[in-house]
T-cell receptor, first 116, second 115 residues
């Protein structure tokens, strides 16, 4: 079964704390893509990162970093020195090609609340 | 401005009254998709389209129809809406390249209430 699990429903932190969002995925495919999206309170969905299954390099973009580990089927996301503007729902997503390219599975999302 | 537009943004309707939510993108993307977002369930894919005249089911297609007659448009049709289709709907498009997936660009969402 193709599945994305975000076990953390909500995480509350105080500004400047680091926060790590977990994402565990299941797929039969050897070729797949993983994504993170941000949904701020205004409701739009904003793309953050894409990673393909052959690239296990971790990535850092400003205060954001991603840790991809195929051995544990995880693609975790860390916000360093959180800010109030980071308050949002964050979704992890998986695309795969078992049936056809085009299917996407999203996790249930993790609500991050950053208080001043 | 490059964007995905959806109309209407808000809709309250009654059970059984056919409705269409339009989706249009101006980025010449091949791939388009519809999702519904419900609390605690994240986004679930309804239908997607790899190109004109090519559509396929996502995880929750029951009660929905789509068509892709033109590259830019991908309307979502509810022939006989029911209250369990009350949800927030997102349309998305992506510049898919062969064997690879790029980011999806999402529309602003349509909040549908079926009474």
């Amino acid at each position: 079964a193709q599945k994305v699990t975000q076990a953390q429903t909500e995480i509350s932190v105080v500004e400047k704390e680091d926060v790590t969002l977990d994402c565990v995925y299941e797929t039969r495919d050897t070729t797949y893509y993983l994504f993170w999206y941000k949904q701020p309170p205004s409701g739009e969905l904003v793309f953050l990162i894409r990673r393909n299954s052959f690239d296990e390099q971790n990535e850092i973009s400003g205060r954001y970093s991603w840790n991809f580990q195929k051995s544990t089927s995880s693609f975790n996301f860390t916000i360093t020195a959180s800010q109030v503007v980071d308050s949002a729902v964050y979704f992890c997503a998986l695309s795969y090609a078992t049936d056809s390219w085009g299917k996407f599975q999203f996790g249930a999302g993790t609500q991050v609340v950053v208080t001043p | 401005e490059a964007q995905v537009t959806q109309n209407p943004r808000y809709l309250i309707t009654v059970t059984g009254k056919k409705l269409t939510v339009t989706c249009s993108q101006n980025m010449n993307h091949e791939y388009m998709s519809w999702y519904r977002q419900d609390p605690g369930l994240g986004l679930r894919q309804i239908y997607y389209s790899m190109n004109v005249e090519v559509t396929d089911k996502g995880d929750v297609p029951e009660g929905y129809k789509v068509s892709r007659k033109e590259k830019r448009n991908f309307p979502l049709i509810l022939e006989s809406p029911s209250p369990n289709q009350t949800s927030l709907y997102f349309c998305a498009s992506s510049p898919r390249t062969s064997g690879s997936y790029n980011e999806q660009f999402f529309g602003p969402g349509t909040r549908l209430t079926v009474l």
